[in-house]
């Protein structure tokens, strides 16, 4: 384990670190907002809509991140549809994550009771109105929990972005071990580096679902 | 000749000259057998992380606060280092400390049967201490010692909690061995790559083909998982609710 090595490799690791940090931060808001809106269309059972994106849904939790990144960077290319690296990054994160983020925000809307919407027709309220004055506010705080334990399964996702050799931690590591064969140094680096953005989102994660249990629950 | 004939037939009707590879030859069945071998491994991992897991899981329900932090600390470090990840940690680290060649394959079982281990520690931990009190209470009542307490009372009442989330984790292991072609594993993803490679200049399109395919292949695999894990899930919430 060499100090030396470690403080080279640390403007490198530094631009990948905040690369990472960028397309994790862009690929789980785009993924929060397509989820919302999946989920939202498949609470309401809007014909032909529900069902497409419930396929999209089944399809994408159920097939590798990795492989989706190959079809996009390298399949895609072939039928005349050609992107770059970091765009098929962030497509590829954002679908993967709004089929999981549908999931959770759809978790969170069954647990609100069927009286609440009877209620609401009841009184009239036009599906915009519900989905604005009953299912948002009462579905999103359940949501949170799944919403966050989603958020962190993106952000660590963002190591298979090596494959189609975007510069983030992972890619910056290998090219490292690749080139100096310094293994130990660089591989401490990238945990490291992971460890700074995960534990503290872990550990807002454990606290909020308190906060959402205490909020639902009262303990 | 007859097959170059047609080939060069085919890359004129660009929409269909592409996914023919996929069933020249042997290529459908070295496909599948690249399948096999992710399968396999992943298998195997499960098949060493359960019983470790549930061990751990176990153990972890003990009020003893050092073997707690140290499960726990156990579990964190698999839960927040991507897979990827660690996976290079093993393959890097393991061959070196043990001083032999491993190959990648069992550096992947290994890799991923500590990781499956930490998962199902939580599963199985989660669901025991879902059990209510006063069945333990019960149990003690009747003069049990731990042991019996968690055969005869925590556990029957707990797998049918245990059983979905661990469906699901085997569908997420299988999934996850689409990362092992970056440790030198011939799995399905490769031998694609290479079936690209020989065919480069008949079908320069096959990537979507067969990406597409092996894309396919992976749901084909990991959907029905999810499926009979969500319907155990219903059934389990539907008889814990009376």
């Known amino acids: 384990m060499s100090w030396q090595v470690i403080q080279q490799a640390l403007p490198l690791f530094r631009k990948a670190f905040v690369l990472t940090l960028e397309l994790s931060a862009i690929g789980v808001a785009l993924a929060t907002i397509l989820g919302l809106a999946i989920a939202l269309v498949r609470e309401y059972r809007v014909p032909v809509a529900s069902q497409v994106c419930a396929t999209f849904e089944e399809l994408l939790r159920n097939t590798p991140l990795l492989i989706q990144l190959f079809f996009l960077y390298y399949g895609f290319p072939s039928i005349g549809i050609k992107l770059s690296a970091q765009a098929c990054a962030i497509i590829g994160i954002s679908l993967l994550g709004a089929a999981y983020m549908s999931g959770a925000f759809r978790g969170g809307f069954s647990g609100i009771p069927t009286i609440q919407v009877e209620s609401a027709k009841a009184l009239g309220l036009s599906p915009l109105q519900m989905i604005r004055h009953v299912t948002l506010p009462q579905g999103l705080t359940r949501s949170v929990p799944a919403v966050a334990a989603n958020a962190i399964f993106l952000v660590k996702e963002t190591s298979v972005f090596t494959v189609i050799a975007v510069p983030e931690l992972t890619n910056t590591a290998r090219d490292l071990i690749g080139m100096y064969y310094r293994t130990d140094e660089y591989l401490l680096m990238l945990v490291v580096a992971y460890a700074i953005i995960l534990i503290p989102l872990s550990v807002m994660l454990t606290l909020l679902e308190r906060r959402v249990r205490r909020g639902t629950f009262g303990d | ?242």
């Open chain 2, 1 to 242: 000749m007859v097959l170059s004939a047609i080939d060069s037939a085919s890359t004129v009707l660009a929409a269909d000259a592409g996914w023919t590879i996929l069933f020249t030859g042997d290529n459908l069945t070295r496909l599948l057998g690249g399948l096999w071998t992710s399968v396999s491994i992943a298998g195997l991992a499960l098949v060493f992380g359960i019983p470790l897991g549930v061990v751990l899981g176990a153990l972890r329900i003990l009020r003893n606060p050092v073997l707690r932090a140290v499960l726990r600390l156990y579990l964190e470090f698999f839960r927040i280092i991507p897979t990827l990840v660690i996976l290079f940690l093993f393959y890097y680290i393991l061959p070196r400390e043990m001083g032999v060649q491993v190959d990648g394959e069992t550096i992947a079982v290994v890799a991923f049967g500590l990781w499956v281990a930490a998962e199902i520690s939580d599963v199985v931990r989660g669901a025991l201490i879902s059990v209510p009190e006063h069945q333990i209470d019960a149990g003690k009542a009747l003069g049990m010692n731990g042991l019996q307490l968690l055969w005869y009372v925590r556990l029957p009442q707990s797998i049918n909690l245990m059983v979905p989330a661990t469906i699901n984790l085997a569908a997420r292991v299988i999934m996850t061995t689409s990362l092992l072609l970056l440790i030198s594993v011939i799995d399905v993803i490769t031998v694609g790559q290479q079936i690209m490679e020989a065919n480069r200049m008949a079908h320069p399109d096959s990537a979507f083909w067969v990406y597409g395919f092996v894309f396919l292949l992976y749901f084909i695999v990991c959907w029905p998982l999810a499926m009979i894990a969500r319907a155990l899930e219903k059934r389990a919430k539907e008889r814990n609710n009376g």
